[in-house]
């Protein structure tokens, strides 16, 4: 069982930055891959970043070059570093957690696992 929690959301101007935050609570954080989504109104849920246990990333051409995705495994968070900031990156964003199935810790075989974050409001606008 883990629990996301977003944080770091609000109101910017364009050109601005932000950074999110996604804290996990559970065990084993470094084994699962972390990614970032985001919802506009009025548009499908969205991948942004992606960031797997080998440490590539990926990012949707849309931020590709203005958003960072890191984790720190230490302290259970992955991080969404957000520069020049664009009206239309205006949406609710999300954070991810997903396992598949495998052998993680104590010999005990894990289900393929999926989380999702309660979501944080940003909005760039002047």
């Known amino acids: 069982q883990v629990q996301l929690v977003e944080s770091g959301g609000g109101l910017v101007q364009p050109g601005g930055s932000l950074r999110l935050s996604c804290a996990a609570s559970?065990?084993?954080?470094?084994?699962?891959?972390m990614n970032w989504y985001r919802q506009a109104p009025g548009k499908q849920r969205e991948l942004v970043a992606a960031?797997?246990?080998?440490?590539?990333?990926n990012y949707a051409d849309s931020v590709k070059g203005r958003f960072t995705i890191s984790r720190d495994n230490a302290k259970n968070t992955i991080y969404l570093q957000m520069d020049s900031l664009k009206p239309e990156d205006t949406a609710v964003y999300y954070c991810?957690?997903?396992?598949?199935?495998?052998?993680?810790?104590?010999?005990?075989?894990?289900?393929?696992?999926?989380?999702w974050g309660q979501g944080t409001q940003v909005t760039v606008s002047s």
């Open positions: 991810n957690a997903v396992r598949g199935p495998g052998f993680y810790g104590g010999g005990y075989f894990s289900r393929g696992e999926e989380y």
């Open positions: 559970g065990t084993l954080f470094s084994t699962y891959a």
């Open positions: 960031i797997p246990t080998s440490g590539r990333t």
